[in-house]
């Protein structure tokens, strides 16, 4: 059995991986591949499965699937699995480290005493004690980032069409108008259609003047144009981002322009523990194929 590692993962993944068959990250012999273990840079296409003719099992380190075509893939009677509960803390972490550095001017702050600039007066802070958060996809990693927001006495609200009920938040069925509640909003559904572009024009002329937004789910749930004329406008007073249209973005997207902006180049999960508990996960499964087989 061959397993092809075809994007980054655990150093030690490959020795562990050894005793289950050979373990190779040659993209050359991709055709010859029984297993492959992807992030979130393979895309496993139709194109892709195609040109595996060998592959039963596609193992995506990580929750997000919209790189892989699940359809296909199981018209193909190729199995897929993620390792879902591995990342949520090493996320939920990110976006709550963008929701504090961004009211607290942690990178201007740093910048303009590099540039021994004295900034004291300009650089006017807020606390999040007492401020609404809203969790858009209360998921295990919107749940996660709910508990850390609780423990920092924010109020945190909740949407999420498939979630009626939980101790994290206050769940509230009309987003439009919790939209208008929120001081923070932290994004955590996948892209899907109905995820796509979600934060928009439209719905950002709902929230209140002087919003924090967060987004470690997807790029593509937010319009970036709309998102960047919001921030130039002030509507918007800080986004946080990991996500993007690409990885890596084009860029020229208006985004890297805009003010008020902390960016990150998709590294909500790329944490040293994460990385284990992937590895963990990814044996667990290939073990469980083995022993079927
Ligand atoms: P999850 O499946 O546990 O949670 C996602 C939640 O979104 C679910 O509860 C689901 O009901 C909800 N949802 C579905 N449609 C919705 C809609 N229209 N509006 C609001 N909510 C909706 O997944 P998770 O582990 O919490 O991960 C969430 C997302 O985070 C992933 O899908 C992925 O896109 C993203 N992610 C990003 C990184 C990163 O590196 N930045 C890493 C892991 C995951």
Redesign the pocket.
């Known amino acids: 059995m061959l397993i092809l590692i075809s994007d980054a993962f655990d150093d030690k993944l490959p020795k562990t991986l050894g005793k289950y068959g050979e373990v190779t990250d040659d993209h050359a012999r991709q055709a010859e591949a029984e297993v492959i273990l992807i992030r979130s840079k393979t895309k496993v296409t139709k194109e892709y499965i195609d040109a595996s003719p060998k592959l039963k099992l596609v193992i995506r380190g990580?929750?997000?699937l919209?790189n892989v075509d699940q359809v296909y893939a199981r018209e193909k009677g190729i199995a897929v699995h993620n390792t879902?509960d591995a990342?949520?803390v090493a996320?939920a972490e990110?976006a709550f480290a963008l929701m504090i550095a961004l009211p607290n001017h942690i990178v201007r702050a740093d910048a303009t005493m590099r540039e021994k600039t004295w900034a004291k007066k300009e650089l006017k802070r807020t606390e999040l004690l007492g401020k609404t958060l809203l969790v858009?996809?209360?998921?295990?990693?919107?749940s996660a980032l709910a508990a850390r927001a609780k423990a920092f006495g924010m109020k945190v609200l909740g949407?999420?069409?498939?979630?009626y009920f939980t101790d994290a938040a206050e769940m509230r069925s009309d987003v439009d108008a919790a939209l208008g509640e929120a001081d923070y909003i932290s994004m955590?559904?996948?892209?899907?259609p109905?995820?796509k572009e979600?934060i928009n024009k439209d719905r950002i002329a709902k929230m209140k003047d002087g919003v924090f937004i967060v987004n470690?789910?997807?790029g593509k749930c937010i319009n970036e144009a709309d998102m960047a004329e919001a921030l130039k406008s002030g509507k918007i007073a800080g986004f946080g981002n990991?996500?993007w249209y690409s990885d890596p973005p084009e860029w020229d997207t208006p985004l890297l322009s805009a003010p008020n902006c902390l960016f990150a180049p998709?590294?909500?999960?790329s944490t040293k523990e994460n990385m284990g508990r992937i590895g963990v996960i990814a044996e667990q499964i290939i073990a469980t194929y083995k022993a079927a087989k």
């Not at 955590?188 to 899907?192: D, E």
């Open positions: 990580g929750v997000g919209d879902a990342s949520s996320v990110l858009l996809g209360m998921g295990r990693i919107g949407y999420d069409p498939y979630v955590h559904m996948p892209l899907l109905a995820t979600f470690t789910g997807r990991d996500v998709h590294i909500g999960a």
